[in-house]
């Protein structure tokens, strides 16, 4: 595969210095992030970066395809719809996105509460699951957020998301990403969050309490010496 040249680099041979050249145009990771489960079209990249102008993600999706990160086809009928979607080798770039978010939470300036993606929530699970909590549960939790329907299973020892059809998981939730986020990562109660309309739940609902527990955030930066 031949890369194209990058018209614009910092002309340094170390590897973070390229890593940069890749993908350190503003919104060019968040749009590998969007990808991480799978091909969106353009309008759904679109409408899950809400903060991007069509103009800026053309122009990101077209560098990404010409670094060989990202790729477009076309889908057969009856979709017919062209999509964008990873190379193998822009898949591997997860570990990079998820040691970043790991990282970044940690800083005091996070805040919890801007808008998030559905896929955004579902790779913060992947990121941030405690493997000894996680350790001896077996679940299936389906998510429907917005038009868009994901699970999270609970085997193994890990958490795995991905899309998919949510009917006959344990527990299914329903509403926007950023009130999943709240029961989650601010231990806001699922009876709150249904009382006040932001959630609906069906099936085992106590198992939202577990599922809760189980993406413990790191600590702030300047907690630590706090704390002693």
Known sequence: MKLEKRTRSYNDACGT?????????????????????????????????PGISANVLTQ???????????RRRRLPPPGVAQVYELTDWGYEAEPIVQALGRWATRSPAHDPRL?????????????????????????????RIGDQHLVARIADGRVH??????????????GAAEAIAALVYGHVPLEALTAAGALTAEGDTALAATFATLFPLPPKVGSESVAQ
Do not use: N, Y
């Not at 969106?40 to 409408?47: M, P």
């Not at 929530?121 to 001896?136: K, N």
């Open 17 to 49: 210095a390229h890593a940069l050249d890749l993908i350190g145009e503003r919104w060019a990771l968040l749009v590998i992030r969007e990808l991480m489960l799978g091909p969106k079209r353009f309008s759904d990249l679109k409408a899950d970066l």
């Open 60 to 70: 990101r999706l077209e560098g990404l395809e010409a670094t060989g990160l990202v």
């Open 115 to 143: 808008p998030l993606s559905a896929t955004s929530l579902m790779l913060s699970f992947r990121t941030m699951q405690a493997p000894e909590r996680v350790a001896g549960l077996a679940a299936t939790i389906g998510f």
């Open 161 to 174: 998301t991905e899309r998919g059809d949510p009917d006959g998981a344990d527990l299914i939730l329903t």
